[in-house]
């Protein structure tokens, strides 16, 4: 099923045409109007540049990202493929309150990247320390995710054209139990419980042959609803290119991805199946007016169509509930299956055929236009610009769902009885009653989400070498507003920075930027915030006394204080003493009624409020100590003080109301990065490895904990997001072992529950015994990559890998892990593990319950996984045709790459039966593309 | 010239400049705060809804379903695990401090300071052209007296609960609050008579009779003269009780019976008095009908919609009935108690009335409105018999099956139905906090402890205890005989506490009187239970079975939460905790 190539013949798959990440002379902009070299930066910026981009056939920059760059971690979610988005973080979680995500930026503005191709990219920089993130004012705090398009070339012209197809395979299909099998799973589930069995004998044996088919079904949900695979088609063109005056940059890209459903195709007119879709185009263009006067217009639009089936039905939720045996696809009079306890709306078929289809159109407008002045007449180096962003996005939904109906059937096969009796059901008068309606397609639509954003700067920069001094310094005014849709999100903030950057001799540097930043968000008197950070840099190898000229040595170091405008849960109004009006009433009338409502006390205002505070301290080293290797460490440590937190664990009761939002919570953090770079050419022969790996730590150190009852319930001294719960000892063996146990007061235990430890000591086991457990299952601590590429007469290979470390999972997915309870499937694997008499010593799972069961679905450790893993997340096969047979043969070709990729197609992993990144009921893919691309 | 092209944008971006300093202060929500909340008339007369919410009362919201009277020997829960036997299984601690009270009683004074300081003296000047305006500002001006009750009734349960505790009379930073240390319960007592009396004749006297001032439907549920009266003669004898009065000063109880005779006397005044049927105490009308309403003084209307609610027949129904559960069922501890119609015990070896095998006959009618027994057919609506014995359709080993043999009537509205199918699932319910009964019941106490006789008749006061007691036994419909005036001092008193167990149970008196008395060793060291054996034939045989509780002196306290001190050290424990 793989399939083709390309060619494709750009400069831009070249792995050695660039410099490398590392390299002294790559682009580190940091988003001020001058880009300096990585050698001249004093801050910690990792640069991730096309060397490495687009080779996922990602439908956006962001899925390219997963996986590379140092310092971020960026973590894969599963779901249908038209919301698909990873979440990132910039050197782990530094604060409380889920307040933990970077600053997305394309070209220096806020942008959503959900639709940004990776084509269009030029560069990616990872800003981590306190200089690479100053100029973001309340912004940058979590660190900065910043992305650079592509521009234009002078006196040049470049056409390129590419094409993919690939096939995607859903990477874990779950596998759940016959119909049979699941007949013996509830029956031992209930006879646990101390239930009655659901299925007598005979009902077993009609569930194993088949026999009754309408009464007693036996289908493979999975099968039945969703194909093996689906496919993926992208065209790209892109013109880049310029005149002397002039240059631009133009891209249009469509890509179009075709689900799994099974049967899309089932009705006139229409298909139900998965879709997305998309249009998108950018034209970058570089002006100069005059001599000295530059204009920039960034103009990006796109248009998005995603369908799913009707009213977005979650089908892989469906599956994790809708067991083998709970009723037919359609019922022996045609219509769609449904039982009494499983609604004929949980049909998945049905759903993905009968309910026709839910569309989303969302369209996004991103311009920006920036008017460059150099000012040399008034004093050389002066020079002044203004830029001014409008950003637009909207979704439209068009909802054409239907209702469909369906037949659940009473059975009723008692003992003695040849064969079942069964019936409709029927309704007091003794009709039958079908259930659901045949209803017409919805033409709903409207506008349900959009964003307006806007922004307008203004600098003057002062950029002059003298004699051995460089100067660069640039006083900036920004602004920006953005008003998504809903109430109390409008947020303005403004931010003054004035960013210098010296230069002595190339030997010592200094970055230095005072800030001051207004924010709307916050309260009043306290809206605006000063921010100092400084950075030095000693090029050691510049110093004279440095023998070998072609060896690099650089130290760096910075600090800062960067500010944050978080605000626990969006409450906008913590600074006044809040009210609420709403609650129920009091009777005082003679008829029991009453003309008031409720006024009551809500939250206290907090007293002297403050913001979120980060403290940033970077070192690093960046070396090449042989040809063709770079090196780069960096070590960084940042306290995050005055977060907002409740101050619910300090106060008593005694003040009678919410306790107020305080500025008290305190989150250190640290870790390092290290990264390499090697690559060399010999003769036709080239190579490139690289790799980096990062180590990040958090610890909370204050967050108005409550006092708590026992040692082990303190979270104050662990990590943001660490795991508390029970500390799993094994099964229960029989009721001897119970009754020697302390007591477990969740629920009532039996032989093959879950036995915990008393970990305060006082005989039974109950919350107060959670403790730490696991780590986080949030973000890891260890996040590393790396990559191998050779090339030998045009023909190569890339490969890039991806690992994590210190990470945890916890099997909490229902039908999988957590079987039964509440009406849920069951998976042969928790069917195969779950203790039962005679699987005691293998079992890794209690015993089933078909009754929730509080003792047992504790978080705890039982169900904890080591969550680390190493996938290979894309390797790529390639040719590239020699330029010098294209040239005398193809004379309008320039280049041609044929290709093949595969995609997250190897993972190491501990969670059973499962993708260790997204183990729950959304499923991940991987997948094998075909493509070529041409460059004329 | 070159620069022209910076011109128009560097004069955009100075307009701009300026304006983006309003936007700052932007916001687009509207803060509910006190400005907001100040508009109109109905927002700030919902404090009251809030405050009267904090009022306490017991359809089984207690513990999950469990009453307050299943951690006294009035009940027991009859569905196992409930938190409720933390009070007598050694499960309470300062860690495990059910510290309900505590929370909402603190939450209710917050809310009483706030509105007594910071919504006064308003005019509503914008609505003062509205027709109403006058008889609106009428209500308003009254709504601090009845904060300043509602924040007496706060203190006084929680100074019943916990002693002394920390009287914060106005509002306070969160970090003050978390200095304070407890007063004495004395204070705590004395802050709630003086803001009682200081209350008692500006309040609104009666609701119902507002003259001119009258506005749509009387508002009846709020507290008049006669709460605040009965609030402060309540409190009184609390206070006078041994719990609070170390050194037996009888002068408390002289007090106490002061106020208790100026109670009577206002009760008189405004026709409230015993009504006849003791089972229409609890009935979906009782704060309106005439015929019933007059018995209730203060009562908390329980509202969860328009039409009713059905909490206290959820929590109470038998098993075996569509909707029922188990619940609280009485113990024949409280049974025993009724005496038969003659006036005895039926402990009474003379008591010729009483058959051991037929032990529901002949006994003190309340028996038959309160507690339901095998063979009857409960819920009204019902016309299968109850079967309680062991094995029985409403009985264990049934989960939930009543443990006692008895189900709960009382408070209970029989004609509830709670099948799916069912036109009458929901019922108004008043709870009854303050009413004629019970305030005999005090008085007779406060009486007899301050003249140390059942007979005899205080200064300036009309009737004696044992006068008193009979107010409540002669009701209609009950009739059970006065105590002979030939009893003892210790024989009146354990016919007294007998009496104040049957009249008043289930309406939360016997948690607080037991340990207000100091008699919890006496009372709560165990509760018996009867077990009905049904043979073959229908013959039933009944057993007792004494299920042992723990009890402690320390427990007549509530100990302050471990928590609560972790964050406030000045926060003494209370002795034993």
Known sequence: MIALAAFSMTAMAQIDTVPGVLSPKQKANIGGNKVFDLEQTTGAVSVITTSTLDRRNAKNISMDLIGQGSGLESLQNGGIYAVQNPTFYVRGLQTLNGNNTPLIIVDGIEREVRDISPEEVERVYILKDAVATSLYGYKGANGVISIETKRGKYNSREISVSYDHSFGNIAHRPKFVDGYTYGLAINEGRANDGLSPMYQPWELEALKEQSYPYLYPNVNWVDETFRNTSNFDKVSFQFRGGSEKFKYYAVANFLYNNGYIKHPNENQGYSTQDKFSRGNIRMNLDIDLTPTTLVKVNVFGSLTESQRPGDQANLWDMMYTVPSAAFPIKAENGLWGGSATWDGTLNPVAQSIGAAYYKNHARTLFTDLTIRQDLGMVTPGLSAQVSVAYDNYANIYENHSKTYRYQPVNIQWPAGQEVPTWSYPTDADGAEVIYGVDSAMGTGANTNEYDRYFYVGGSVNYDRTFDKLGLYTQLKWDYESTDPEGINNTVHRQNISWWSHLNYDNRYLLDLTLAEMGSSRLAPKTKWAFSPTIGLGWVISNEAFWSNPNRYLKLRASAGKINADFLPDDNWTYYVQQYTLTGGLYPFNSAFGSSFGTTSLGQMAT???????????????????????????????????????????????????????????????????????????????????????????????????????????????????????????????????????????????????????????????????????????????????FRVGAEYKGIGIYAFFQGTGNYTAVLNTKGMYWPLINNTNISQYAYENSWRPGNEENALFPALSSQNNANNYQTSTLWLRNRSFLKLRNVELYYNVPKAWLNSTLKVVNGAKFYVRLVDFFATSNVPQNDPECYGINPVDKSVALGLSVTF | MKNKFLLIPVAALMLTVSSCKEDMDYHEYAIVDKDFVELNFSNVGGFMTQLYKHVEYDFGNFSNGAMQASATDESEYSIGGNAIEDFYNGGWSAANPKPAIWNNMYAGIAEANRFLEDFQGLKFEELELNPDYQKQMFR??????????????????????????????????????????????????????????????????????????????????????????????????????????????????????????????????????????????????????????????????????????????????????DGGRGGNCPTQNLVDAYETKNGLSIKDPNNSQYDPND??????????????????????????????????????????????????????????????????????????????????????????????????????????ANDAVFMVRNRNGVKMPKFPETLSNDEWWTKYCNERFVELCFEGHRFWDVRRWKEGSKYFTSITRTIINQDSEGNLTYFQQIVPREWDEKMNLFPIPQTERAKNPNLEQNPGW
């Open chain 2, 140 to 321: 308003y001006e009254n709504y601090k007296y009845e904060a300043r009750f509602l924040r007496a009734y706060y203190y006084f349960t929680l100074v019943r609960t916990y002693g002394g505790v920390p009287l914060i009379k106005q509002t306070m930073p969160a970090d003050e609050t978390n200095k304070l240390s407890r007063n004495t319960s004395d204070e705590v007592y004395d802050y709630i008579f003086s803001e009682l009396n200081e209350i008692k004749d500006l309040i609104i006297v009666d609701y119902s009779k507002l003259g001119d001032m009258a506005l749509g439907e009387s508002e009846t549920g709020r507290a008049g003269k006669i709460a605040v009266l009965a609030l402060r003669a309540r409190a009184a004898l609390y206070w006078a009780s041994p719990l609070f009065n170390p050194n037996n000063d009888t002068e408390r109880y002289k007090i106490a019976a002061d106020y208790h005779k100026e109670l009577l006397d206002e009760c008189k005044e405004q026709g409230k008095k015993i009504i006849n049927k003791y089972s229409d105490l609890w009935a979906a009308d009782n704060f309106s009908k005439p015929t019933i309403a007059p018995e209730l003084l203060f009562c908390y209307r329980y509202y969860s919609s328009a039409s009713g609610d059905n909490l206290v027949e959820t929590n109470n129904y038998p098993v075996g009935i």
């Open chain 1, 607 to 785: 007293l002297n409020p403050s913001h979120e505070q980060a403290y940033k301290y970077n070192i690093g080293i960046d070396a090449s100590p042989i040809e063709g290797l770079n090196l780069s460490v960096d070590l960084f440590k940042e306290r995050r003080n005055h977060i907002f937190v409740s101050s619910a664990g300090k106060y008593t009761a005694l003040i009678g109301m919410t306790a107020p939002y305080e500025n008290a919570g305190v989150v250190d953090s640290k870790g390092l990065e290290v990264s390499l770079d090697y690559g060399r050419t010999f003769g036709d022969f080239s190579f490139n490895i690289g790799g980096n790996f990062s180590y990040n730590k958090n610890k909370i150190v204050d967050m108005l904990e409550e006092p708590r009852l026992y040692p082990n319930l303190v979270q104050t001294g662990h990590s943001v997001s660490q795991i508390y719960g029970l500390e799993a000892i094994g099964f229960f063996k029989d009721e001897a072992d119970i009754a020697n146990s302390p007591q477990q007061l969740f629920s009532t235990v039996r032989p093959g529950d879950i036995k915990y430890r008393d970990i305060n000591g006082d005989k039974v086991i109950d919350s107060n015994d959670m403790v730490a457990i696991g780590r986080s299952a949030t973000c890891p601590e260890i996040y590393y990559n």
């Open chain 2, 359 to 464: 032990p529901y006959k002949n006994r003190d009618p309340r028996l038959g409105m309160s507690i339901a027994v095998n063979g009857e057919a409960w819920p009204t609506y019902q016309t299968n018999k109850l079967q309680t014995f062991y094995g029985g359709l409403n009985a264990q080993p049934t989960s939930g099956g009543t443990t006692t043999s008895y189900y709960l009537k009382k408070l209970c509205n029989g004609t509830i139905n709670l099948s799916a199918s069912s036109t009458k699932k929901v019922a108004f319910h008043t709870y009854l906090n303050f009413r004629m009964g019970g305030a005999y019941l005090d008085y007779a106490e406060c009486l007899f402890k301050a003249t140390g006789s059942p007979t005899a008749v205080l200064a300036g006061h009309e009737m004696s």
